[in-house]
């Protein structure tokens, strides 16, 4: 059975950084892409980042490019997002998903796990 549950939300101040982390079981990690998502209140569900377990093929949102970085931990089967520099507009819901194969993929629908998600709410 595959689960993925979300650690790590809270409330910051704009400018600051939380670490969001996503344990991952039940999974044959080297053949799957784990995701970051959110959304927002009102707002449709948008890609994060996504990192290919098996080659640590990194992508993200243009929103994130220099502020978040995705990573993997072999050892203890996590998906962090490190995030920085955070602005209220980061506000939302992030939800850990993931999905079969190395292709790494923006597309929510392609993602066929996901966890129950983390509140990250940022102050202004």
């Known amino acids: 059975q595959v689960q993925l549950v979300e650690s790590g939300g809270g409330l910051v101040q704009a400018g600051g950084s939380l670490r969001l982390s996503c344990a991952a079981s039940?999974?044959?990690?080297?053949?799957?892409?784990l995701g970051w998502f959110r959304q927002a209140p009102g707002k449709e569900r948008e890609f994060v980042a996504a990192?290919?377990?098996?080659?640590?093929?990194?992508l993200y949102a243009d929103s994130a490019k220099g502020r978040f970085t995705i990573s993997r931990d072999n050892s203890k089967n996590t998906v962090p997002l490190q995030m920085n520099s955070l602005k209220p507009e980061d506000t939302a819901v992030y939800y850990c998903?993931?999905?079969?194969?190395?292709?790494?993929?923006?597309?929510?629908?392609?993602?066929?796990?996901w966890g129950q998600g983390t509140q990250v709410t940022v102050s202004s």
């Open positions: 998903a993931a999905k079969e194969g190395a292709v790494v993929s923006t597309r929510a629908l392609r993602y066929v796990y």
């Open positions: 039940g999974l044959t990690f080297s053949t799957y892409t």
């Open positions: 990192i290919s377990w098996s080659d640590g093929r990194t």
